[in-house]
């Protein structure tokens, strides 16, 4: 399956230097556009598809929002429940989108594999490649948190995270929100949610920001960086694509299982992955 002119992200060297800065300053950058319009439709599609069950790929991690739309009620490991259970728009997750050509592409994008290659090596792999979706059903808040923990039984810490908007994020809807420069401050509490006092430290030193963005806009953030969102108060599912990539050579110290890599030698290609019968077990899965 192959598509063309989707990438539509620039790989002009100085303007991606002024994106590394930034990034490295405040933790998190704006990437604009990175891919046309006609493939974000596409993706929309694809991701109806799945929450409907009209594609399917056996394996699937899916994982409904809370019905009250408390996010303290979530398990959050909690494997049995994590698989398509019928037709719904209150999947909050559905994970393992390296094994859909759609998305794959959109990893392999061009301004994507520079970040990477800046920032991790030549070798990456994906920790989770997901939608994210904040249904406007009753959805749950996501509170301030980082995306490294050292209870996550990992070998080392994963890298950064790519989001990009499928149909629009507002403050209305339930956009990113980040604290700007909050990365500079390593692991900020054991897991990755943080206390209320460390929380109100950070907010009277540093601004929180909201990252709206248009349907193919995309922001790139640290996972050190503290972030969550607020409740969808629209009429419409806010749907972001996500991927958190880091180097390659990072297991699971459960199963010493590394992740499925995405650039550099034998990584995933739409090739092999069109020759999957079922998405692979989970690396933390024995
Ligand atoms: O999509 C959201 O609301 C939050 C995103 C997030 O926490 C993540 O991508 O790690």
Known sequence: MKYKNYDISFSNNSEINKLFSFYEQNGYVKLGKIISDNYIKKLVKVTQDLMHGKRSYPGMFFKLDDPKGNYYNIKHEDVENEKYSGPSNRYKKIKDLEYVPEFLNCIKL????????????????????????????????????????????????????VWMSLNGATKKNGCLKVIEGSHKYGILNFGNNLTTS?????????????????????????????????????????????????????????????????????????????????????????
């Open 110 to 161: 061009k301004i994507i594999k520079k970040f990477s290659q800046k920032f991790i090596g030549s070798e990456a792999s994906s920790m989770r490649t997901m939608i994210l979706n904040k249904s406007y059903i009753n959805s749950s808040i996501l509170p301030f948190h980082q995306d490294v923990s050292n209870k996550w039984k990992m070998s080392k810490k994963p890298s950064f995270t």
């Open 198 to 286: 460390v929380e109100k430290k950070l907010k009277k030193k540093h601004k929180v920001v909201f990252l709206e963005l248009k349907p193919g806009e995309a922001v790139l953030f640290s996972n050190y960086t503290v972030h969550g969102s607020n409740k969808n108060k629209t009429k419409k599912n806010r749907l972001g694509f996500t991927v958190c990539l880091m180097d390659a050579r990072i297991k699971n110290l459960k199963t010493n299982k590394t992740y499925p890599k995405v650039f550099g030698k034998n990584s995933l290609t739409l090739s092999k992955i069109s020759k999957l019968k079922k998405i692979p077990k989970k690396v933390y899965e024995n």
